[in-house]
């Protein structure tokens, strides 16, 4: 029987119907239904102040660390920002500096599935800006990614999803990350050699 996997969703935008908030929901649908704890934090719940080293550290701050610090595997969603990521999304990377101390430090031996949503015909720019920000945070990023271009056809302007088959593949990416996790839980990598073995096709 595996051991739980406690996947930590982290996201969002400021705005109340954020496309990439709903995106981030059912990703980790996708990894509760591949038998995870999925937890999902909104950038805009946490109302983190900017990052500065000098000011004392907020409340909000020392619980995402925290929260992220518990994860066995996380799933990171922004909006596409002038072909990045937003600030406020950033902004929340930067205060995981919190978990230099940690040990491990930071994301270390944590599987991350990234999404991205965006207005234009593709966000993998904002994808690739989060990639980077996971190898600086010595975590893994899951070749699965998924970018949700066209949002405003995506999702109703409420932030509700209008497309089965992104719902899909944002399903499937959350599975593959739990895939991910207990890989890392049995062996302490993530060798796609032997994938097939903990429920993924993306090995095969
Ligand atoms: C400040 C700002 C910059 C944006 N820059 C881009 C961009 O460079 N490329 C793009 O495809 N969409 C861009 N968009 C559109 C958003 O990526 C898109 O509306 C996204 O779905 C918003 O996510 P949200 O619903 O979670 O807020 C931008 C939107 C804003 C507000």
């Known amino acids: 029987m595996p051991g739980s996997v406690r996947v930590v969703g982290l996201g969002g935008s400021l705005r109340a119907g954020s496309t990439s908030r709903t995106a981030l929901q059912t990703a980790l649908d996708g990894a509760q239904a591949a038998n995870a704890e999925p937890s999902l934090i909104w950038v805009r719940d946490l109302d983190l102040p900017m990052y500065t080293p000098e000011r004392a550290v907020p409340a909000g701050a020392r619980e995402l660390a925290d929260t992220v610090h518990g994860s066995d595997a996380l799933i990171w969603s922004t909006p596409t920002y002038h072909g990045s990521v937003s600030g406020s999304f950033k902004n929340a990377l930067d205060w995981l500096i919190l978990l230099a101390e940690r040990d491990p430090p930071y994301l270390t031996n944590k599987p991350v599935g990234l999404v991205a949503t965006a207005g234009g015909v593709q966000g993998l720019q904002a994808v690739n800006s989060m990639e980077f920000v996971v190898r600086a945070l010595r975590g893994w990023s899951v070749p699965l990614v998924q970018p949700v271009a066209q949002s405003w056809q995506t999702f109703d302007p409420d932030g509700r999803l209008a497309d089965d088959m992104t719902g899909a593949q944002l399903r499937d990416l959350g599975a593959e ?20 073995q903990f429920g993924s096709a993306v090995g095969d």
């Not at 739990?178 to 032997?194: I, L």
């Open 177 to 196: 990350v739990v895939r991910a996790a207990r890989q890392f839980q049995a062996h302490g990598t993530c060798d796609y050699a032997d994938a097939a």
